[in-house]
């Protein structure tokens, strides 16, 4: 009770106004750096000391008159670097100090805009940004950052929760990195991707040599490829539920076929059409990633080489396991007519079968436990 008295009489500074906010935008032309700030009046006030009359209201004349402190209070606490480590703030300076939205009453809310501008030595290369405006009174203040590097389109970033720096990388050299997380993506992807894997294994064991095997595996590639460049950039859609029952269809296909073939024969075509449907599937775990991935093609590529890597290399430990297996390979006296020995070929092939068949009931619904 004697805290807000003191606080209503002056005596006591009241807490910190709750939600804490700004906005900055960052334009960067060469080694020069623009940065546009819009904070809470409130905030500053808080922060440094404007208020001459204690009204928790800024005036302008208030403002310019603490112009020379509002510019070493900012420039203090929103640092620019031309490298991440160690991190050297340029040199920089309060150009403007504009007072807006100043209609008072209980809703009205002032906001201060300052201009900001940075010199660095040379063309800068890449860009870290250190923000903790306010943070000794609002220790959750957020920064909205908006930065234009150059002629590149804008990239956003929010600054508070714990991330107070942010190393921005411009797209020339983004690219490279963005391409090599989505290649690990791709790799990780299809190692954990059994469905995938079964129906490749499932056409591997009923290859008849090691050219059936290449076509097998390239008309794959193809075909998923295309389907999951379409789908991921949003030419074609398709339910995610019917993909994962086709998916599960295909590999009892696959498996049912082989049973009852008793030919050795290419599966070039099997393994295009189906791989179409699984690009789909590839599609649907990709595609939440690109919504906010400007670099899409990068992505897109990187993603598709890594799911390429990691199943070539899968074909490959499969391939060298078959070749040296022993049991009997022969066709109408060809010794050598079939990829994989008889037993393993019919055991897989039921496998193959029976996995996709439990795969689609349970993805359908239709088990007591799913």
Same mark, same amino acid.
């Given at each position: 009770?004697?805290?807000?008295?003191?606080?209503?009489?002056?005596?006591?500074?009241?807490?910190?106004?709750?939600?804490?906010?700004?906005?900055?935008?960052?334009?960067?032309?060469?080694?020069?750096?623009?940065?546009?700030?819009?904070?809470?009046?409130? +905030?500053?006030?808080?922060?440094?000391?404007? =208020?001459?009359?204690? =009204?928790?209201?800024?005036?302008?004349?208030?403002?310019?008159?603490?112009?020379?402190?509002?510019?070493?209070?900012?420039?203090?606490?929103?640092?620019?670097?031309?490298?991440?480590?160690?991190?050297?703030?340029? *040199?920089?300076?309060?150009?403007?100090?504009?007072?807006? =939205?100043?209609?008072?009453?209980?809703?009205?809310? *002032?906001?201060?805009?300052?201009?900001?501008?940075?010199?660095?030595?040379?063309?800068?290369?890449?860009?870290?940004?250190?923000? *903790?405006?306010?943070?000794?009174?609002?220790?959750?203040?957020?920064?909205?950052?908006?930065?234009?590097?150059? =002629?590149?389109?804008?990239?956003?970033?929010?600054?508070?929760?714990?991330?107070?720096?942010?190393?921005?990388?411009?797209?020339?050299?983004?690219?490279?990195?963005?391409?090599? +997380?989505?290649?690990?993506?791709?790799?990780?992807?299809?190692?954990?991707?059994?469905?995938?894997?079964?129906?490749?294994?499932?056409?591997?064991?009923?290859?008849?040599?090691?050219?059936?095997?290449?076509?097998?595996?390239?008309?794959?590639?193809? +075909?998923?490829?295309?389907?999951?460049?379409?789908? +991921?950039?949003?030419?074609?859609?398709?339910?995610?539920?019917?993909?994962?029952?086709?998916?599960?269809?295909?590999?009892?296909?696959?498996?049912?076929?082989?049973?009852?073939?008793?030919?050795?024969?290419?599966?070039?075509?099997?393994?295009?059409?189906?791989?179409?449907?699984?690009?789909?599937?590839?599609?649907?775990?990709?595609?939440?990633?690109?919504?906010?991935?400007?670099?899409?093609?990068?992505?897109?590529?990187?993603?598709?080489?890594?799911?390429?890597?990691?199943?070539?290399?899968?074909?490959?430990?499969?391939?060298?396991?078959?070749?040296?297996?022993?049991?009997?390979?022969?066709?109408?006296?060809?010794?050598?007519?079939?990829?994989?020995?008889?037993?393993?070929?019919?055991?897989?092939?039921?496998?193959?079968?029976?996995?996709?068949?439990?795969?689609?009931?349970?993805?359908?619904?239709?088990?007591?436990?799913?």
């Amino acid at each position: 009770m004697w805290l807000v008295v003191l606080a209503l009489l002056g005596l006591v500074s009241p807490p910190a106004h709750p939600d804490s906010k700004s906005s900055s935008r960052i334009v960067v032309a060469g080694r020069s750096v623009h940065v546009e700030l819009a904070c809470q009046a409130l +905030s500053l006030l808080e922060s440094v000391p404007l =208020d001459r009359n204690g =009204d928790r209201w800024l005036t302008d004349e208030e403002l310019q008159a603490g112009r020379v402190a509002v510019g070493e209070y900012v420039l203090a606490r929103y640092a620019l670097s031309a490298g991440a480590a160690p991190f050297e703030p340029l *040199q920089g300076e309060l150009r403007e100090l504009t007072l807006v =939205d100043v209609a008072p009453g209980a809703f009205g809310e *002032q906001r201060v805009v300052c201009s900001l501008a940075f010199e660095a030595p040379t063309k800068l290369e890449r860009l870290a940004v250190r923000v *903790q405006l306010f943070h000794e009174n609002n220790p959750l203040h957020r920064d909205v950052a908006t930065l234009v590097w150059n =002629d590149e389109p804008p990239t956003g970033f929010l600054f508070g929760e714990g991330a107070l720096v942010w190393e921005f990388e411009p797209l020339a050299e983004r690219r490279v990195s963005t391409l090599a +997380s989505y290649v690990r993506l791709g790799i990780e992807h299809i190692g954990g991707g059994w469905d995938h894997l079964a129906f490749l294994l499932g056409l591997l064991v009923a290859a008849k040599g090691l050219r059936s095997l290449l076509i097998v595996v390239t008309s794959f590639t193809l +075909s998923h490829s295309l389907t999951l460049a379409a789908a +991921s950039l949003g030419w074609v859609d398709v339910p995610s539920r019917l993909v994962e029952l086709a998916i599960a269809l295909s590999i009892a296909y696959v498996g049912a076929e082989t049973l009852l073939v008793r030919r050795p024969a290419s599966r070039g075509f099997e393994a295009f059409g189906f791989g179409l449907i699984h690009g789909l599937g590839f599609a649907g775990f990709l595609g939440e990633s690109l919504l906010a991935e400007p670099l899409k093609f990068e992505a897109l590529l990187g993603f598709n080489l890594g799911v390429e890597l990691g199943q070539l290399a899968a074909v490959l430990c499969a391939a060298l396991l078959l070749r040296f297996l022993p049991g009997d390979r022969s066709f109408e006296g060809d010794p050598r007519g079939w990829f994989a020995p008889r037993w393993l070929r019919f055991s897989g092939a039921g496998l193959a079968l029976l996995t996709g068949l439990y795969w689609f009931l349970e993805r359908a619904g239709w088990l007591p436990w799913s």
